[in-house]
């Protein structure tokens, strides 16, 4: 593995700048602002912002290429035009309005890592404005570009009944109901985000086959004959004791011959690699009580601890994630 020189360590030390920059145009809207063009007096009228200063950003935009200068007119680029001026029809603004937030809680960090948890807890209904539709919309975005391999690796085939436990907006159900025209699958997730899974449900023409349930993953009672259990994306969130025991309640929601599917980050051994998993670590640190990122050897222990049978491992086109796969015995 690579080691950092000086120099680098030094660029890596200044790097927030960069990143600083483009989340306050993103938080702005400021892209959506220069739209087709415009001079710094101009897009600062539409942004309602100071002109001296929307023009100092406008610059260090245009210097770590997220827009172009031709004389004194600001220009989006190809990409920021296409993904994040809100006009766009691909605009993916929203999902990266869940990048704007974290901010403050990195900016906690140093304090997490000397009390060994997030030191800026809330719940999610206490944290405002828009955090549940950032946050989803971030996830949707995500999880319907990953669906497809997810469900072609899993096999929807003998699913007649899933449970998507903590399954957002949906787009693992939905991709799962596509594939087999038999399967109905509930999704069950705080309040505030159903309507948001609903409207993918909708939109998706899938309101007969796809329900939403609202609940609590972390201490609800599953019910009972379940073919699959989905867990994606959950695990990280929570600690290792926590995991155990949700992995006990989906066991005793499965059918016998029934599985749970895990799909997050899997670190190796070490802990050390993949990059983005040993860093989204960190991001559970300052986000949660007691989550991280996990290996593949304590997600098989919690797996075979909660009773789970046939333990496996499938990667996906993801290299920072992948599948952990059990089933409840037969006998």
Known sequence: MKTLTFNELGERARAFQESRALLTAIELDLFTAVGSGGGAAQIAARLRSDPRATEMLLNALVAIGALRKRGERFLNTAHTAKY???????????????????????????????????????????????????????????????????????????????????????????????????LRALILDRPAVLPIARRHIRRAGLSGRVRTKAGDLRTDVFGKGFDLVLLSAICHMLSPADNLDLLRRAQRAL???????????????????????????LNMLVNTQGGASYSEAEYRSWLEDAGFSDIRRLDLPDPASGLMIGSRPSA
Request: proline letters at 5%; charged letters at 20%.
């Open 84 to 182: 994040l001026d809100n006009s766009s029809p691909d605009s993916q603004r929203d999902g990266l309005l869940h990048t704007v937030n974290l901010w403050d809680k990195w900016s906690t960090l140093t304090d997490c890592v000397r009390a060994g948890m997030a030191v800026a807890l809330n719940r999610p209904e206490e944290r405002g404005g828009n955090w549940v539709e950032a946050f989803i919309a971030a996830m949707h975005n995500n999880a319907a570009a990953r669906a497809p391999a997810l469900v072609k690796a899993v096999g929807a085939r003998r699913v007649r009944r899933l449970l998507d436990a903590g399954g957002g907006s949906g787009a693992y159900s939905i991709a799962f109901a596509r594939a087999n025209p038999h």
């Open 255 to 281: 059918v016998p011959g029934g599985r749970v599917v895990i799909r997050d980050f899997l670190l190796d051994a070490g802990k050390t690699s993949p990059r983005r998993a040993a860093l989204f670590s």
